[in-house]
Nanobody, 122 residues
């Protein structure tokens, strides 16, 4: 598990877009899966999207067709492009990894970054 720093959140109107970035440290970044998660007030943290080192991706049903995860292995950075944002996307967004698909889906990590707040509101 790398140290991660998330950025790019903010306040956006419904229908708008944001691009989140996650800078990760660690030598295993290029060979493992990274995930984006979110946690809304009063709700459990959920996996939003994940991407392998070979660029295979997986998305939560609620964001399919609207969010796109990508990575730049040379920069140890993962991105989350969020389009057509809805009020229900409001949450603190976190990234974590690198790890296996199994661990990414379990989200049972010992530490998390500070996250970045995304607020979708008119």
């Amino acid at each position: 598990q790398a140290q991660v720093v998330e950025s790019g959140g903010g306040l956006v109107q419904p229908g708008g877009s944001l691009r989140l970035s996650c800078a990760a440290s660690g030598s295993t970044f290029n060979i493992n899966v990274m995930g984006w998660y979110r946690q809304a007030p009063g709700k459990q943290r959920e996996l939003v999207a994940a991407i392998s080192s070979g660029f295979s991706t997986d998305y939560a049903d609620s964001v399919k067709g609207r969010f796109t995860i990508s990575r730049d292995n040379a920069k140890n950075t993962v991105y989350l492009q969020m389009n057509s944002l809805k009020p229900e996307d409001t949450a603190v967004y976190y990234c974590n990894g690198p790890s296996s698909w199994y661990e990414i889906r379990r989200a049972d990590f010992g530490s998390w970054g500070q996250g970045t707040q995304v607020t979708v509101s008119s």
